[in-house]
T-cell receptor, first 112, second 116 residues
Framework: GESVGLHLPTLSVQEGDNSIINCAYS??????FIWYKQESGKGPQFIID?????DKRQGQRVTVLLNKTVKHLSLQIAATQPGDSAVYFC???????????FGAGTRLAVHP | EPEVTQTPSHQVTQMGQEVILRCVPI?????FYWYRQILGQKVEFLVS????????KSEIFDDQFSVERPDGSNFTLKIRSTKLEDSAMYFC??????????????FGPGTRLTVL
């Protein structure tokens, strides 16, 4: 059936290209940020996190960049693969709080 | 690899009925959470639970909602009298410690609740 609610922005890339997914967060007091990947019919899966005292963190094929000045977070995926196709959410939280505030999400579509 | 499990995977109920969604968090985790995701929308926090009590809840988590850890393994979300707008995917999550120490929240596969 058709989806209702917010229309997700979609990023379409060719297999092997690098992908950059962006997120603007709302709370200047947020000090911990996480990127989650959600495949169809599954729960969010942790990809990478970053604390506000850092501006860059690298994982395996993924890099997160944090710009606190403009409250912007990005996820870079190197050599994107078909298995990377999913919806990607950024999430934020402020110190001492255990709730994650999720962003609206971006759909990544990887084409062979 | 340990994982969070949820049952049932899909629950269909009539408006006004009570539902209980069940979760088994990862065994050594101490913090438990419920989130929901209305179809096509973002994931929303409902409640966090630690040391047998609610540590934080959102405005969505009104008197119709309750959580319980009835034994050493299960964590449940009860909706007392379901409404049409409760239809959503409900995710349970758990973490070893709180987010203040960078602790990852592991999410279950979700229960799709459909209220007719």
């Amino acid at each position: 059936g058709e989806s209702v609610g917010l229309h997700l922005p979609t990023l379409s890339v060719q297999e092997g290209d690098n992908s950059i997914i962006n997120c603007a967060y709302s709370n200047s007091a947020s000090d911990y940020f996480i990127w989650y990947k959600q495949e169809s019919g599954k729960g969010p899966q942790f990809i990478i996190d970053i604390r506000s005292n850092m501006d860059k963190r690298q994982g395996q094929r993924v890099t997160v960049l944090l710009n606190k000045t403009v409250k912007h977070l990005s996820l870079q995926i190197a050599a994107t693969q078909p298995g990377d196709s999913a919806v990607y959410f950024c999430a934020e939280t402020a110190g001492g709080y255990n709730k994650l505030i999720f962003g609206a999400g971006t759909r990544l579509a990887v084409h062979p | 690899e340990p994982e969070v499990t949820q049952t049932p995977s899909h629950q269909v109920t009539q408006m006004g009925q009570e539902v209980i969604l069940r979760c088994v968090p990862i065994s050594n985790h101490l913090y438990f959470y419920w989130y929901r995701q209305i179809l096509g929308q973002k994931v929303e926090f409902l409640v966090s639970f630690y040391n047998n009590e609610i540590s934080e809840k959102s405005e969505i988590f009104d008197d119709q909602f309750s959580v319980e850890r009835p034994d050493g393994s299960n964590f449940t979300l009860k909706i007392r009298s379901t409404k049409l707008e409760d239809s959503a995917m409900y995710f349970c999550a758990s973490s070893e410690a709180g987010l203040a120490v960078n602790n990852e929240q592991f999410f279950g596969p979700g229960t799709r609740l459909t209220v007719l």
